[in-house]
Each structure stands twice: as structure tokens, then as C-alpha cells.
């Protein structure tokens, strides 16, 4: 019985390989760290983020009104940043598998091409 032949994998073979794995590994671990907000969270980084914005302004207390707004204003742009850092994390993600499965798919074909040449 022989062996079968060995797979030689070609630069970009292996490139692709180790780059997928090692961005799918990176953004893989980012996103299982990513923390995991509460509207509670939210409201009050919303809150206190306005206290410190007025008092580094040196701004009267406003209406009520007013304050609810800029807790509006500021929540939003909270969600928005939580929105775009998991953006982020997910297509780095999807960008690491692509490069893995196309170096595992590049490796497949040479491996069925030197088969047919043998």
C-alpha cells in the first residue's frame, strides 16, 4: 500500500490559511469578550455622561426638557458606538473565514490537481 502524496501547499495557500485563522481567532475571542449592555447600562451612562458635560461646560442645570433631550442625544450616540464596536468585531470575523475557507478551498483544488497529474 503507498502513501498518499503529501500536500504541498503553495505561499498563498498557507497565507491565506494562517491569516484566516489567525483573524478569525482575534476577532473570535473579541467578540465572546464583548460585554453585554442592560438598557439600565445605558440610561445611566446616558445620565452621567450629561452631569459631566455640564459641569465641565460650567452650565446651569437646564429644564427639564431640555436635560431629557440631551439624555436622548447622548444615549443615541452611546448605541451608536456599542452598534459600530460590534460592527467592527463581526466583520473582522467574517473577513478571517473567508480567508480561511479560501485557503482551505486553494488547498483542496492543488491537492485534486497534483492527484491528476500523479
Not at 447600562?41 to 455622561?49: F, K, Q, R, T, Y
Request: hydrophobic share 45%.
Amino acid at each position: 500500500m503507498s502513501a498518499a502524496p503529501r500536500m504541498k501547499l503553495t505561499g498563498f495557500t498557507a497565507a491565506m490559511m494562517m491569516v484566516g485563522v489567525v483573524l478569525t481567532g482575534h476577532y473570535g475571542m473579541a467578540w465572546y469578550e464583548l460585554p453585554k449592555y442592560s438598557e439600565d447600562d445605558i440610561a445611566i451612562s446616558a445620565m452621567l455622561n450629561v452631569q459631566m458635560d455640564l459641569q465641565r461646560q460650567n452650565l446651569p442645570p437646564p429644564a427639564a426638557t431640555e436635560l431629557e433631550r440631551l439624555r436622548l442625544q447622548v444615549r443615541n450616540e452611546i448605541q451608536a458606538d456599542i452598534a459600530k464596536a460590534e460592527r467592527e468585531i463581526h466583520t473582522g470575523f467574517a473577513v478571517g473565514l473567508v480567508a480561511l475557507v479560501l485557503g482551505i478551498g486553494q488547498a483542496i483544488l492543488s491537492r485534486r490537481l497534483q492527484r491528476k497529474m500523479s
